[in-house]
């Protein structure tokens, strides 16, 4: 994986960045969301391209945004481009994550994921977090309503 780097995103990523999370799943985030979180000052919005001197050199293949209050990091987002899942892309920018929020002194890694997520869940439960709450019905659905599954990872 030597051949991806992690780095903040800045505004002139805004586009790839919308395109990418508009074409990778459902429900995604919308422009306003993702430009308000590169603008905010208690969130941190990444981005994984392709190292200079690799196939796609500084294209966008993944984006990620933590928020964080006090010593806790919730993970808000984490979308790698559609072409480009599946292909252990995710786990690495989560990786990248993980060690960005240990070296601020943070305690506790949070996040919230649909139920029926059940790519992401691997991804996540792979890294170390861990199951331990519902938010029933939290999330708006094809039909109805889904619930959330909350993960938390120590870090201490
Ligand atoms: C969730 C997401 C970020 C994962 O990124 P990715 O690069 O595709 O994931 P990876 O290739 O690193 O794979 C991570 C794990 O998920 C598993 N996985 C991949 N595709 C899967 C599928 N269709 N079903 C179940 N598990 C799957 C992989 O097998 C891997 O586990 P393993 O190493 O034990 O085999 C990506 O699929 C995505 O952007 N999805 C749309 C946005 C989204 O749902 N984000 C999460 C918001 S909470």
Redesign the pocket.
């Known amino acids: 994986m030597s051949n991806y780097i992690c780095r903040l995103m800045q505004e002139a990523d805004l586009n790839e960045v919308i395109e990418l999370?508009q074409q990778?799943?459902?429900?995604?985030w919308s422009p306003k969301n993702i430009q308000e979180s590169v603008l905010s000052s208690n969130d941190k919005s990444f981005v994984l391209s392709a190292a200079s001197g690799s196939k796609n050199t500084g294209i966008v293949l993944?984006y990620a945004v933590i928020h964080t209050v006090l010593d806790e990091s919730h993970?808000l987002?984490?979308?790698?481009?559609?072409k480009?899942?599946?292909?252990?892309?995710?786990?690495?920018?989560?990786q990248q994550l993980i060690d960005f929020v240990k070296a601020q002194n943070q305690h506790l890694f949070l996040?919230?994921?649909?139920a029926s997520?059940?790519?992401?869940?691997?991804?996540?439960e792979?890294v170390g977090f861990k199951r331990n709450g519902i938010r029933k019905a939290y999330y708006p659905a094809e039909t109805g309503r889904e619930d959330a599954w909350l993960y938390s990872l120590s870090l201490v």
């Open positions: 999370v990778a799943g459902d429900f995604a993944g993970l987002n984490i979308v790698i481009k559609k480009a899942q599946g292909k252990g892309l995710g786990d690495y920018l989560l996040l919230e994921v649909r997520n059940s790519k992401a869940i691997k991804l996540y792979n």
